[in-house]
Nanobody, 115 residues
Framework: QVQLVESGGGLVQPGGSLRLSCAASGNIFSRAAMGWYRQAPGKQRELVAQ???????DSADSVKGRFTISRDNAKNTVYLQMNSLKPEDTAVYYC?????????WGQGTQVTVSS
């Protein structure tokens, strides 16, 4: 069983930065695609950014140029660097692992962008 543990959320002012981390247990991390999703109150969960096992990345239009996803296979960790944060980025951010047809989710970390 894989466990995903997110960290790095918090309260930040508009224009600020945060880096989220997601540490994975087990030994399939390097072969799995990883993603970050977010869910704001009253809204559906949406994909923010994803990275394949080979390192190819994709991100939502709303965060392009501001957020960067990366991974460190030696540390079994995926990161989300978030710059130029806006109030509309406020949400619970979830880490996701996709390995074949199996998906794993973290517990989420709150990001609040407010002055």
């Amino acid at each position: 069983q894989v466990q995903l543990v997110e960290s790095g959320g918090g309260l930040v002012q508009p224009g600020g930065s945060l880096r989220l981390s997601c540490a994975a247990s087990g030994n399939i991390f390097s072969r799995a695609a990883m993603g970050w999703y977010r869910q704001a109150p009253g809204k559906q969960r949406e994909l923010v950014a994803q990275i394949t096992s080979g390192g190819s990345t994709d991100s939502a239009d709303s965060v392009k140029g501001r957020f960067t996803i990366s991974r460190d296979n030696a540390k079994n960790t995926v990161y989300l660097q978030m710059n130029s944060l806006k109030p509309e980025d406020t949400a619970v951010y979830y880490c996701n692992m996709r390995w074949g047809s199996v998906r794993y989710w973290g517990q989420g970390t709150q990001v609040t962008v407010s002055s």
